[in-house]
């Protein structure tokens, strides 16, 4: 430990039953399921707040931007029981969905139109040789029409590459969507940290610790002793659950990542794995001033839930209708292959692409929206050091990667967080929160038998 650390009142623990390695939602919601049944947990978390990949921030004027993840994707059952618990407020989503046909055409889809998810659901059934969905697609009897859609939806719900996510991964996905009614999706206007905070006060009550601004530098570990090398000094403890994202595990024992010796095998599962990226930024005006558009009719513009609008960067467009308590916003959205062309850019940058766009799309003078923005929020996961990207796909052949990474290792190192997830939810939060109690009970069941 530094001069500096012991000046800043750090203790080095030596009573510790199980590291946790992460305050993303998985590791808080192990922690929390160990502490309370009476072990002694520390986490601990490279950046100065919880939540990983959960960040909300509070906005002059009122309200929350959604700068990670933003929505509630189903009916979850573990996802809301902590939300009942923490008894915050939800909104469900519902409104039109628009779409620009071409440049000066407005329409409004059919929310009873499922024509280009047929072929995805399709895909629960598949049972031929895994490969890449844009090969599955050039093969298929899908229409040529409904192709460039179908692809940026891929794409742009699972910040995936077209050329690389699997097909078997996509039924799988299908299958976990329908079991939990993922058509549906819900807001918590009050921000999506109050979980990850919540769990984090239920930590303290529980007399466990979270140390913040702490970094990872190395694990050295042989069974049931671990040693965690960090920025505030070595930690010891029998068992430790390792919550890393996935594009922080594929630089584990490489260059600029993490030492962990002995390698784990899951590090080698984890590698077969592929890390999506997004691109997301939030612009706030004064008034909603898309809805001064003259291509569509003003009921259905003034509804706007989400707009698509493939020949932009980026191609998916949110309001935060039907919340009628938020400042008038417009979340912009790329996923996989096109969000490279957002990443780098200031929120200064994206915004004046952005009013330049939105201009052409809604046929509004773009003056009217630069002189109107009042601010631009954004975070580039994918230059995150303790991200590396956005969230997790499987590849064509890894669909069993996240299986074999639930695996512990001498039941002392163990992986959590949503690339393990192994029910089709990668990339949700109610996937992090099953990883979280499923490493929780491995532990508390192997100490149980003993």
């Not at 029409?145 to 050329?163: H, I, K």
């Not at 529980?206 to 913040?212: A, D, K, T, V, W």
């Not at 809604?362 to 230059?383: C, G, M, P």
Request: charged share 20%.
């Amino acid at each position: 430990m530094s001069e500096h650390d012991r000046r800043a009142g750090f203790k080095l623990p030596n009573d510790i039953d199980v590291l946790i390695l992460g305050a993303g939602i998985a590791g808080l919601t192990a922690a929390r399921t160990l502490a309370e049944r009476g072990m002694r947990v520390c986490v601990l978390e490279a950046k100065q707040r919880v939540g990983g990949r959960i960040l909300s921030q509070k906005v002059e004027g009122g309200g929350t931007v959604e700068l990670g993840a933003e929505f509630i994707h189903g009916r979850a059952p573990e996802l809301w029981a902590l939300i009942d618990e923490v008894g915050v407020k939800t909104v469900e989503r519902h409104g039109s969905m628009l779409r620009e046909l071409q440049p000066g055409t407005l329409v409004a889809d059919d929310p009873q139109d499922n024509t280009m998810f047929e072929p995805l659901e399709q895909l629960e059934d598949f049972t031929g040789e895994d490969k890449p969905f844009a090969d599955w697609l050039a093969a298929s009897n899908v229409a040529n029409e409904l192709r460039p859609a179908l692809t940026a939806y891929v794409e742009g719900f699972n910040a995936a590459d077209a050329q690389r996510i699997s097909v078997h991964s996509l039924g799988v996905q299908q299958k976990a969507e329908d079991a939990t009614e993922g058509d549906r999706s819900w807001q918590l206007p009050g921000g999506y940290a109050q979980l990850p905070d919540y769990l984090a006060a239920r930590l303290k009550d529980l007399g466990s610790e979270i140390r913040l601004n702490c970094e990872v530098l190395g694990i050295h570990w042989n069974p049931r002793n671990v040693a965690v090398v960090t920025t505030h000094g070595e930690l010891n403890a029998p068992q430790c659950i390792v919550t890393f994202p996935l594009g922080v595990l594929h630089k584990v024992n490489r260059p600029g990542g993490i030492s962990i010796t002995p390698e784990p095998a899951a590090i080698s599962q984890a590698r077969r794995l592929a890390m999506g990226h997004a691109s997301r930024f939030t612009m706030i005006f004064r008034n909603p001033y898309w809805q001064l558009t003259q291509l569509i009719d003003q009921q259905t513009v003034d509804s706007m839930s989400f707009l698509f609008a493939l020949n932009h960067i980026p191609p998916v467009w949110w309001t935060s209708h039907p919340d009628p308590n938020t400042l008038p916003a417009l979340t912009g959205w790329a996923g996989g292959p096109r969000a490279s062309a957002l990443h780098g850019k200031t929120p200064d940058e994206l915004a004046s692409d952005a009013c330049a766009a939105l201009a052409q799309i809604f046929a509004v003078d773009e003056k009217i929206f630069r002189q109107n923005l009042i601010a631009t929020y954004s975070h580039d996961w994918s230059a995150d050091p303790f991200a590396q990207g956005a969230y997790s796909y499987a590849p064509v052949g890894a669909v069993d990667a996240s299986a074999a990474m639930t695996q512990p290792e001498a039941d002392t190192i163990f992986f959590a967080g949503e690339h393990t997830d192994i029910t089709g939810n990668w990339g949700t939060v109610h996937a992090a929160i099953r990883s979280g109690l499923r490493a929780a009970e491995q532990i508390l069941e192997g100490r149980a038998t003993g």
